[in-house]
């Protein structure tokens, strides 16, 4: 039996705090609720919106 703990960790964790990390899981999961929001009340009307805007939004959402 192993008794070694490895954190797997990457760039964009390294020097922001748990707090800072999780402020960041909120406000993507509220974007993503937004964005699930628009497309079940305008159905077709806001395809286009949501997905010029996730084009935009999602290069970015892994960057430090």
């Known amino acids: 039996v ?3 703990i ?3 960790s990457n760039a964009d964790r390294m020097g922001k ?3 800072s990390l999780v402020n960041i899981c909120i406000e993507g999961i509220a974007f993503l609720v937004l964005c ?3 497309l079940t009340t305008k159905g077709d009307a806001a ?3 949501v997905d010029e805007t ?3 939004a999602l ?3 892994f960057r430090g």
């Open 59 to 61: 290069p970015y959402a």
């Open 17 to 19: 705090t748990d707090v």
């Open 36 to 38: 699930e929001h628009a």
């Open 54 to 56: 996730l084009a935009v």
């Open 47 to 49: 395809k286009k919106h």
């Open 6 to 8: 490895f954190d797997v």
């Open 2 to 4: 192993a008794t070694e």
